[in-house]
């Protein structure tokens, strides 16, 4: 029975509730063995609220039991750690917010609550969300729950910054996930880990209560094993906020009717920018898989150029670590977070900032003070901000041509644990694919499309207009049911 619980997606386990085939308890107490049982192995979970998610559970029971229709009574989730929860622990997988319990709930975790889902607690990322790994977060590294064919014995990472979030729905620890996507967060671990990540367009869903890394680019989204259970958690997820200045006001359609849309007479835009020299042949032809089972499902397809495509890693190497820089700065041993004593204020201060934050965090806050710095301010971060407009510019015209481009998620499949910690330019280079579509604000999604030769999974993006998820959610079910993607990582729960 708890193999099959687990098993179930979103969209399955709301029939059952409402079928009264399991209840609620049941669901969450599956989830919870499966979590006892794995999660000290794979560092998914930072705390687990057994005692919350069972009276959660059994409030949704009671609902249901008095014809509650609300979408997501009783479905389990995890929440990436960077959500503030109300009376929950919330660390941003930082040292510096260890001791910080939230007297208030984000607007997203909100939203969810409202509609009846459990928590099953915090997620594992990487610290403040910067990372590609999840490698750097104070509380250790996210084991990806695949495996490499050849070498089980290897540990591979889920990718971040949300690691944690999805390799606990990839191994059958949730149901689905909330994630931030900064540069690519939720995409590339979904790519990583064989699961549908959605990014919304900037301002679909609240920044209230999620702790900053980028201002300006960072977008939560959902994780879940399907296109639709995305489109269920994000139907939720969304919806304007006056807490949050860059909330629009705009209506939530109904994602999940989207799924259902043909894609016959769409155009579909190729970008010949995406094709980076020395790309894996393996990325390449599955690439070409997808345009032809878009082409098969009746789209049409079309070359685009996104010319400014090429300056898109450095752009935000620039503006990601310069909103950090000044974000975290409130980080001082005063005001927020930890404190380390000190013989005077500068000396709290350094010391602080010091012990409180990783090498990860302090390299990308030293890079944006540098670049906000008198003297350097107009030489790269006004000029990137330039470039910046330019991206933006190269999507809007495309999408007068195209109504959604089709693109790889990421250069590779999942690599081994600490590959790459050594080269911080091998590591960034990971976001090539995703980061323009953050600087745009664009909505986008990373659909599993097929395995690589090692048996790991591999993504396919879909990019569409603002604020048109309904296409993007379109063209991602299509794709997901031409690539039929069932295979299953090595530890999951049931396994």
Sequence with gaps: MTQVLTDLTIAEAQAGLRDKRFSAEELALAHLHAIETLNPRLNAYLSVGHAQAVEQARAADRALAEGDTRPLLGIPLA?????????VRTTAGSKMLMPFIPPYESTVTANLLRDGAVFLGKANMDEFAMGSSNMTSHFGPVENPWKRRRDESAVLVPGGSSGGSAAAVAARLAMGATGT???????????FCGLVGVKPTYGRCSRWGVIAFASS???????ARTVR???ILLNSMAGHDPKDSTSADVAVPDFEKA????VKGLRIGVPREYRSDGMPGEIEALWQQGIAWLKAAGAEIVDVSLPHTKYGLGTYYIVAPAEASSNLARYDGVRFGRRENGEDLRDLYERTRAEGFGPEVRRRIMIGTYVLSAGYYDAFYLRAQKVRALILRDFDEAFQRVDALLTPTAPSAAFALGEKMDDPIKMYLNDVFTVPANLAGVPAASVPAGLDSNGLPLGLQVITRSFDEETMFAVSAALERAAGFSALPTLRAGA
């Design 79 to 87: 929440i990436k750690d960077l959500f503030c929860t109300l009376g």
């Design 229 to 231: 259970d995305t489109a």
């Design 181 to 191: 996507d900064t540069g690519g967060s939720i995409r590339q671990p979904a790519s």
């Design 259 to 262: 799924c259902e849309r043909s």
């Design 217 to 223: 680019l960072d977008h939560p989204g959902p994780f």
